[in-house]
Every structure is written in C-alpha cells, then in structure tokens.
C-alpha cells in the first residue's frame, strides 16, 4: 500500500506564511508526479502546484510569485511554501502523486487526507 501523508496546515493572518509537507510512504518504486490541490467550502477541487520526478514545475495562476513547490527525491516528500496569504487561500489542501508501486505494472494516482489552511485577521 502507499500512503500520502500531509502536515503543516493551520491559521495564518493575511500576508503570513505556511509551509506544507507531504510524505509519501509504503511500496514505492518510483513516483512521477508530485502536487497539491485545494479545496474550499463548496467550490471544486483545483490544481495549486506540481511538480515531476526532474523538478519541472507548474502553477496555478492565482498563486504565481507566492507559493514555491520543491520535492526530495530520497525522502518521498514534497514541499509547499506559501507566501503573502490571502484569505481567498483557505482551503483544504490535498497532496497528489502518481506513483509506480513496481516497475511491472502502471502508474496510480494517490491522494492525502488533506490538511486545513486557514486565512484570516
């Protein structure tokens, strides 16, 4: 089994910062993709940062300049630093992955358990 285990969420005043981590854990041969989505109450789940297995990184356009994605390869893990917050940044964040468990079958999609971000004065 794999597991995505996600850590670092919580309350943040508008401008402040976080920093979110997700471990990946279990039979892993080797993980592509790693990212986050967001969440929030009664909107749909979007995509916020990725990034793949060389570093190549992507996006969304409402956090441009302010959130920074990074992975570690020897430890399963990838980072989310969060930057000059904004209340329209509360959300559940959900780290994605697409990992290979064995060289012999195909890749999956995982998910965390997600992680509350929450912005306010």
């Known amino acids: 089994q794999v597991q995505l285990v996600e850590s670092g969420g919580g309350w943040v005043q508008p401008g402040g910062s976080l920093r979110l981590s997700c471990a990946a854990s279990?039979?892993?041969?080797?993980?592509?993709?790693m990212g986050w989505y967001r969440q929030a109450p009664g909107k749909q789940r979007v995509m916020v940062a990725r990034i793949t297995s060389d570093g190549s990184t992507n996006y969304a356009d409402s956090v441009k300049g302010r959130f920074t994605i990074s992975r570690d390869n020897a430890k399963n893990t990838v980072y989310l630093q969060m930057n000059s917050l904004k209340p329209e940044d509360a959300a559940d964040y959900l780290c994605h992955a697409v990992i290979q468990r064995h060289s012999y079958i195909p890749s999956s999609e995982y998910w965390g358990q997600g992680t509350q971000v929450t912005v306010s004065s």
């Open positions: 279990g039979s892993i041969f080797s993980i592509n993709v």
